[in-house]
């Protein structure tokens, strides 16, 4: 059973707007979300996180939302850029578990020109 | 340049052969992971390792193996065992924090074909 959902295999954007992807969670004892990038036959790199006690966090061009209510996350990228073409991953992790990571099966996001 | 490094970048091998896929990092990171990405997947976790000489198995432990004799490396093996051993392996590390790890780091990861 996927504990972390995204919901959209792949998602494209008009270079300039704004890029929104979206997570879901089932496990309400998740506490801490991250998001992952990944460019073809590379590794994720780490993006952008936020704890549960904030339901906001922003890094340039890249914001996070959580809503603990709605058990879900997004993620908006504004402008869009070429570069941000790549498979986005959220993940989840919790309390007393901070050995291990849930990730989601990812979004893929192309940019259109 | 700090990072990790995992070698070879594409590996084939026969069924039934084991092989042993390599992960050094030089971040001076406690923790160390290895995962694998099916296509239309998530990364799933197959071992992880918090300090030396100890590790523990993920979700996905079985046919596969693990070492943790130096903090720097942590190779993985995939045994004969493993049904389906082709798939694309991403080793990472961690900073230990307490309450949460610091984000993962990433190996560039190894493509392992099994015919």
């Known amino acids: 059973d996927q504990q972390v959902k995204q919901n959209s295999p792949s998602l494209s954007v008009q270079e300039g707007r704004i890029s929104i992807l979206n997570c879901d969670y089932t496990?309400?004892?998740?506490?801490?979300f991250l998001w992952y990038k990944k460019y073809p036959a590379e590794g994720p790199t780490f993006l952008i996180s936020?704890?549960?006690?904030?339901d906001k966090n922003e890094d340039g061009r890249f914001t996070v939302f959580l809503n603990k209510s709605a058990k879900h996350l997004s993620l908006h990228i504004v402008p869009s850029q070429p570069g941000d073409s790549a498979v986005y991953f959220c993940?989840?992790?919790?309390?007393?578990?901070?050995?291990?990571?849930?990730f989601g099966k990812g979004t893929r996001l192309h940019i259109l020109p | 340049d700090g990072g990790i490094t995992q070698s070879p970048k594409y590996l084939f091998r026969k069924e039934g052969q084991n092989v042993t896929l390599s992960c050094e990092q030089n971040?001076?990171?406690?923790?160390m992971y290895w995962y694998r990405q099916d296509p239309g997947q998530g990364l799933r976790l197959i071992y992880y390792?918090?300090?030396?000489?100890?590790?523990q198995k993920g979700d996905i432990a079985e046919g596969y193996s693990v070492s943790r004799e130096k903090k720097e490396s942590f190779p993985l093996t995939v045994t004969s065992a493993q049904k389906n051993p082709t798939a694309f392996y991403l080793c990472?590390?961690?900073?230990?924090?307490?309450?949460?790890?610091?984000?993962?780091?990433f190996g560039n990861g190894t493509r392992l074909t099994v015919t």
């Open positions: 993940a989840a992790s919790w309390v007393n578990r901070d050995d291990k990571i849930i």
């Open positions: 971040l001076n990171h406690d923790a």
């Open positions: 936020i704890s549960s006690i904030k």
């Open positions: 990472a590390s961690s900073i230990r924090t307490g309450r949460y790890n610091s984000p993962l780091h």
């Open positions: 390792s918090q300090i030396v000489n100890d590790f």
């Open positions: 496990n309400s004892m998740f506490d801490y």
